[in-house]
């Protein structure tokens, strides 16, 4: 499996997502401000996978915080971390799970707090784990055998801590003996979909085709794909989800061709606090990475450029929410509330 994020006596130690795939790289944050970095420039990158290196983070700086001054470092410390990306649910949930778990322990000596915390830190890496096998064990039946499934983005095993949440349904299937194939989508403008997701698939030599975005629709309307299958970044109570920018066109281009369109993501990343996607915050990135390929201009100087990371599909386009606590339908509001309330994850 590959490791994207682990805890290491040096520090936290992740995969660079940017240097793949020529390169396989791995580099160490020693402090939490090196963590926040990271997330920001995508070294390490989808929601689970941020929300794992966010809980690292607020323990490596707690390691090397003044035990004077703990309550003080501890806010900074989370608030440097939470104003790294502002779209992924998970990031903000890692970061209260560790800040209420502080808020429990702050009365033990320094030395216990600090072995709590990268207790917790290294739990939240493990539970992703096993919550990536559980989504993939509750999608592998909605996978038609024989057929093509459509993903956009990465949401695999790099975008997570382990396994993945869409690729996982992936290897779920071909675990149970499924024949499938994926297409993937080059998803632009960072391209995750060429760099990683096809160069996950080809390492577990499940077979992979690589796409442009815009032959999404040509493929969906020529009757191989048997569905789509994505990740999700934030899910509202209505089942609006957020994802990478390009899922609503593939969401709208599936439901015209009778494809099912379906979204795998853990209970962490759904945000019941909003009615609906609207209330959703969307990631503007730079400029340069619509305008550049790895560092090589194809606009002009001066070209204008927006770069939302983000779009949200709405729920009507949405065929189903896969979790590790089950599969989620229309109406979400009841079906997500259900799966929110539930305390364990579902075997």
Not at 132 to 147: M, T
Not at 291 to 318: C, K, L, M, Q, S
Request: proline share 5%; net charge negative.
């Amino acid at each position: 499996m590959i490791e994207t994020i682990q805890w290491s006596g040096e520090g936290v130690v992740m995969i660079d997502q940017t240097r793949l795939p020529a390169e396989e790289i791995y580099v160490t944050c020693r402090s939490y401000t090196e963590v926040a970095d990271a997330i920001r420039t995508m070294i390490v990158r989808g929601a689970p996978a941020i929300g794992v290196a966010a809980a690292m983070g607020v323990a490596l700086g707690v390691l090397f915080a003044d035990p004077a001054d703990l309550d003080f470092q501890v806010e900074q410390i989370c608030a440097e971390l939470a104003s790294t990306r502002p779209t992924a649910v998970n990031l903000f949930w890692a970061i209260e799970r560790m800040k209420r778990l502080y808020g429990s322990v702050r009365h033990l000596p320094w030395e216990q707090i600090r072995d709590r915390l990268i207790t917790e830190a290294k739990l939240i890496r493990e539970e992703d784990i096993e919550i990536n096998r559980a989504i993939g064990r509750h999608g592998a039946p909605l996978v038609p055998d024989g057929k093509t499934i459509l993903t956009h983005c990465n949401a695999g095993a790099l975008a997570t801590a382990g396994y993945g949440t869409a690729l996982g349904v992936v290897r779920a299937a071909v675990g149970a003996g499924k024949h499938i194939d994926v297409f993937a989508d080059e998803t632009r403008p960072f391209l995750q979909g060429a760099r990683l997701t096809v160069w996950e698939l080809q390492r577990d030599g499940i077979p992979a085709t690589l796409i442009t975005d815009n032959m999404a629709g040509y493929f969906l309307h020529s009757g191989r794909i048997g569905c789509v299958i994505v990740g999700a970044d934030r899910i509202a109570a209505n089942g609006d989800v957020a994802n990478k920018i390009g899922t609503y066109g593939v969401a709208v281009l599936a439901k015209e061709n009778g494809v099912p369109f379906y979204v795998a993501a853990p209970v962490s990343t759904l945000d019941l606090t909003l009615a609906d996607g609207d209330g959703i915050p969307i990631e503007e990135r730079g400029a340069a990475e619509v305008t550049h390929v790895h560092g090589v201009r194809i606009a002009p100087v001066g070209t204008e450029v927006r770069n939302p990371a983000f779009d949200v599909t709405p729920n009507r386009y949405v065929s189903a929410i896969i979790t590790e606590r089950g599969v989620a339908r229309a109406p979400y509001t009841e079906s997500l509330r259900e799966l929110a309330a539930m305390e364990t994850v579902k075997k």
